[in-house]
């Protein structure tokens, strides 16, 4: 089965799960019953990772819902890494 994505005039765009190939070029609204004609879309041929996804998600969502910033974040200062021998402890630091 493919997803087909039509236009309505009066409804707008809607999709069919069809056999792939046999979509037709007008089919009828499922909400009004009137012609719909077909539109061409990007296919889905491959998966989007998870972490590409939330990162979508989140910027498709702060379009309409903007996060607001009240305070400026803290700043953090990186950890030196413990020396595995207790002697580097004693060699001067750059």
């Known amino acids: ?6 236009r309505c005039d009066e409804c707008g765009r809607f999709e069919q799960r069809l056999p792939m ?4 070029a007008t089919v009828a609204c ?3 019953g009137r012609d719909a004609k077909r539109i061409f879309a990007v296919p889905m041929t491959y998966r989007t990772p998870k972490p ?14 903007p996060q607001v910033v009240d305070r400026v974040p ?7 890494p413990t020396p595995p021998n207790p002697a ?6 750059p």
């Open 1 to 6: 089965m493919a997803i087909y994505d039509y």
């Open 74 to 80: 803290l700043r953090r200062r990186p950890r030196r």
């Open 88 to 93: 580097h402890a004693r060699l001067p630091r």
């Open 52 to 65: 590409l996804a939330r990162m979508l998600a989140r910027e498709e969502a702060s379009r309409d819902y």
């Open 30 to 32: 499922p909400s009004c």
């Open 21 to 24: 190939g046999t979509a037709m």
